[in-house]
């Protein structure tokens, strides 16, 4: 009796409904579906010297930050279709929230930073824009995308004790505890420190081409050169638009240096435009609850999540290097530039 006592007081018994369900089926499908994705970027640079440069440095990054994001997925699934309710739920979901916050936060300051480097790529001199990323300044940048979100989300909880982490028995998942008195603001630090200063980044880094672009235009304009106006009537499409632009296109920098985008670097800028506009439709959700009541404040985690999930499909396979390498590999082909590594895994496998 004595034993049965205490095993009853170490479990409880949870209740599962719809709502459950339906996000336990969610989180399933972002796992299905976002861990073969970013591994499939990882495995691509690794196959292939053609993607290993140091601009695609920052997609290797988001792909790492996405993929531990899917990898953790798992607790929240378990979560919510757990039996019953043990203590040790508590410091499991501590380790996967800590973890999540951060990979996302990193996602978010690293889409700012993809949309800063064409920033200075299309506005400043190439010297320049050499300079700023060079392997040293490269490396600094990377470790800096992650201790920034690494302070926002683990400082608050595990030093300054404002929030707690953990499990909810009447939401069945891992969550910030909204009993704790000072989890409201812990909401607010992510939120505020996540979503709008990246955004910022972007929306100024955007708008910076687009005026260079628009001065330059009318500059063109005052020497009535029709065939340069044509053409800066395709930047102006471009960066308002870049889903119709197809062309490459060049800057003339106030040195009168031109520094000449090839069809790829296009490709790759478009396909950050529409990382920029699935980081709006999945994210602002999640912002936007966090400070008022939302009738699918249950379902934001998971639509936030999902930009983790989608952001490989949107500049891994749609980039034309990628798509080269990943078709390569499922056709057992050779793949364009070969790494050591994937001419050391040839060779094991013809012996």
Known sequence: MENATIFSTDQQELTRNSEDIILGV??????LVGVPGNSLVLIAVLL????????NAFIVNLAVADLITCL??????????????????????????????TCVGCSMFTLAAIALNRFLLVLTPISTYRYIYRPWHLFCWIVALWSVPGMIALFPPMVFN??????????????????????????YTLVLGFYPVPLSVIIFCYSGILIKVVKHKRRLKKNNNQENSAVDKQRCIYFFFPILFRSSFQLESTRHKKLTLSPTEVRVTRNFFYVFCAYILLL????????????????????????????????????????????????????????WFWIFIKRIATR
């Open 284 to 339: 602002t959700p999640y912002a936007i609850c966090s400070f008022t009541t939302c009738a699918i404040s249950s379902y934001v985690g998971p639509i936030a999540i999902a930009n983790s999930v989608v952001n490989p499909f949107i500049y891994g396979f749609n980039h034309p290097i990628f798509r080269e390498v990943f078709l390569s590999f499922f056709k057992c082909k050779g793949v364009p530039e070969p790494s």
């Open 162 to 187: 404002t929030g707690k982490l953990g499990f909810d028995i009447s939401a069945h998942t891992c969550v910030t505890l909204k009993d704790f008195p000072t989890s409201q603001q812990y909401e």
């Open 26 to 31: 969610l989180n399933l499908t972002e796992v």
């Open 72 to 101: 953790v997925i798992p607790v929240y699934f378990a979560g919510e279709w757990a039996k019953y309710y043990y203590p040790t739920l508590e410091p499991i979901c501590q380790v996967a929230l800590g973890i999540t916050h």
């Open 48 to 55: 292939s010297r053609k993607l290993q440069t140091l601009s």
